[in-house]
């Protein structure tokens, strides 16, 4: 079951002044990644928005289509379908797998991208009637995630061991969006809005100066928001335990797993990252959850990341960055 987490706060904009033309508002959405991804851009000239609008549409679906591990076909698909047994990366997908490895190894190696066996245990798309999973199923199913036997060997990419697969959904998604803002930057948009609804990323401001306006929702009551951020060009990630969840017996069960005990990781609610690349804002926000929060107050301190953590109990903690308005 789906929730979606971000009241998103734009309203419709027309400048008009004397000797200069209309500002306009145009939007798109495109269903990609298995969500709905919205670009507002706001210009005089509305081809040229439409041209960049469909251009980062189009990065957005080279990306899906060249690693998602959901897409047949894609590098990591034939790699964990066993259809090749090593894939050979370019710069780009060097990139993502490097800065991949660095995160892995921040969280102290829970953030695993090798999750998948434990999420297929629990089923979390699936509406069907099931049982907590048995101690023996979820040693099974932990016995195959190990980020650590994914070899990145210069451009050569291959698994060390049988059974362990790549899920690219913490973080593929962001790192299109960030793409598909670098692409609208050259086609030389100067304000535009891209939300895939838990990812986001900004193009400098609204026309007439403001800052674009996101609404963070109460994770335990999502009709309400715990307050407001202001984004400047840059790039957002958020990561909750009502997102993605199933119910057993009356009890919540939601998507991102501690995959020490193959549960839901219990100590936080949501985690909130704001930096200046929507990639790294994916990323962090669910590599946080499965760290301390102290030291993820420190480490974002140190990094220039703003960062908003809500624990099991309704508690908040915000780096010095982070600026939570009232609603």
């Known amino acids: 079951m789906l929730k979606k987490i971000l009241a998103i706060l734009i309203l419709p904009i027309f400048i008009l002044s004397c000797g200069k033309k209309e500002i306009k508002k145009i939007e798109k959405n495109s269903f990609l990644f ?10 005089e000239d509305e081809k040229l928005a439409k041209r960049a609008i469909e251009l980062a549409f189009n990065e957005i679906e080279r990306l899906d289509n060249k690693f998602n591990s959901k ?3 894609s590098l990591i698909d034939k790699l ?20 991949l490895k660095s995160v892995y190894e921040l969280s102290d190696e829970k953030y695993d991208i090798t999750i998948g066996p434990l999420l297929d245990l629990w089923d979390f798309g699936s509406k069907a009637e099931r049982a907590v999973p048995t101690t023996d199923q979820l040693d099974k199913a932990k016995s195959k995630v190990d980020f650590s036997k994914v070899i990145l060997d210069g451009n050569r990419l291959y698994y060390a061991d049988n059974g362990i697969e790549i899920d690219t959904g913490s973080f593929l998604k ?35 100066g403001k800052k674009w306006r996101i609404g963070i929702e109460n994770p335990e009551d999502t009709q309400e928001l ?18 993605t969840f199933i119910e057993i017996d009356g009890k919540k069960y939601h998507h991102i797993l501690d995959k020490t005990d193959g549960y839901p990781v219990k100590d936080k609610k949501m985690v909130v990252v704001i930096s200046n690349n929507a990639f790294f804002s994916d990323m962090y926000s669910t590599a946080f959850f499965m ?36 609603k």
């Open 174 to 208: 962001g790192y299109a969006i960030e793409k598909a803002k670098e692409v609208m930057v050259n086609e030389g948009i100067k304000s535009a809005f891209i939300s895939s609804i838990s990812s986001i990323e900004t193009i400098n401001t609204k026309p007439e």
């Open 226 to 243: 715990l307050g407001v951020v202001e984004l400047d060009n840059q790039g957002m990630g958020v990561s909750g335990d009502y997102q």
């Open 34 to 43: 298995g969500t709905y991804i919205s670009i507002t851009v706001y210009d």
């Open 80 to 99: 964990n379908s066993g259809e090749e047994k090593e894939i050979i990366l370019d710069d780009e997908g060097k990139y993502i797998f490097q800065n």
């Open 291 to 326: 760290m301390p929060i102290s030291k993820i107050i420190e480490f974002s301190e140190k990094n220039n990341l703003a960062v908003l953590v809500v624990d099991s109990n309704m508690k908040i903690y915000m780096s010095k960055d982070f600026n939570l308005l009232k």
């Open 71 to 73: 897409v047949k076909g």
